[in-house]
């Protein structure tokens, strides 16, 4: 059982460590000694999933091996991290597709009567009064500085390249725009950092999830989508690693 544990303090990982899942499994899969992870400190992605999926039992273990991971993983003298980025918007609505089931069950079990909405209008409610829309901005906080020490504020990032680098101890972190991973520079940077060949797999393909035709008459809202842009170009992430990119049309 502790075997899991103990790879988490080789030397060679390389720890992909993001908010939300947007190509992340791809990514460790490219590197030989890959690490995919979303939160160190029980942070959730869907609290509503957590909440109906698992057992109090579970519940009580996924804190414990949380602290276990920790224990670990500074363990080692250098930790090389991967920090895929994503615009906000782009990566809430796809997570929210993701455990569509989960917001849709908690929202109306606070909600017991009608929807205002009908089609994908009931979504939008749903997704638009109970989705964490900045909670990608409290991943930083919570998670990532608790973790590394590294501030948001103190990261160097070229918004136009869509790289930054930062380094704090035995830390050492490659931000890079999800975009850019399978790109020759983004490759490069990767290989340069972590010291290993990166070959990207062609997996989560969001055209084949079961929602995909919602996910589309979701994002085709332009009105919707241009007010919603509009919101998270507030978000201390976008201002941080997109700031040049804003655009709310």
Request: proline share 3%; aromatic share 18%; net charge positive.
């Amino acid at each position: 059982m502790l075997e899991k544990y103990f790879k988490l303090k080789g030397e060679d990982c390389v720890f992909v460590y993001q908010y939300g899942k947007v190509g992340s499994t791809s990514l460790s899969q490219a590197l030989k000694s890959g690490v995919n992870m979303h939160d160190l400190y029980g942070n959730v992605m869907c609290p509503p999933g957590f909440k109906y999926r698992y057992t109090l039992a579970y519940k009580v273990l996924f804190f414990i091996d949380r602290f276990i991971r920790r224990f670990f993983i500074k363990r080692s003298s250098e930790i090389l991290m991967i920090v895929p980025l994503r615009r906000p918007e782009e990566r809430n609505v796809s997570m929210f597709f993701q455990d569509l089931p989960f917001w849709y069950v908690s929202y109306f079990s606070k909600n017991p009567g009608y929807a205002k909405g009908e089609g994908v209008g009931i979504l939008q409610e749903i997704f638009s009064e109970y989705f964490p829309h900045y909670a990608c901005d409290a991943w930083f906080d919570k998670e990532f500085s608790r973790f590394t020490g590294i501030r948001l504020e103190d990261i160097e990032f070229d918004t136009e390249s869509g790289l930054g680098f930062s380094e704090k101890g035995k830390f050492k972190c490659l931000f890079i725009h999800h975009d850019k991973v399978d790109t020759d520079l983004g490759r490069k940077w990767i290989e340069s950092v972590t010291g290993q060949d990166v070959v990207i797999p062609n997996v989560n393909r969001g055209s084949e999830k079961w929602y995909a035709d919602a996910y589309k008459q979701f994002m085709a809202d332009e009105d919707f989508m241009k007010a919603y842009r509009e919101k998270m170009s507030f978000s201390k992430v976008s201002r941080k690693f997109y700031q040049d990119k804003i655009d709310v049309r």
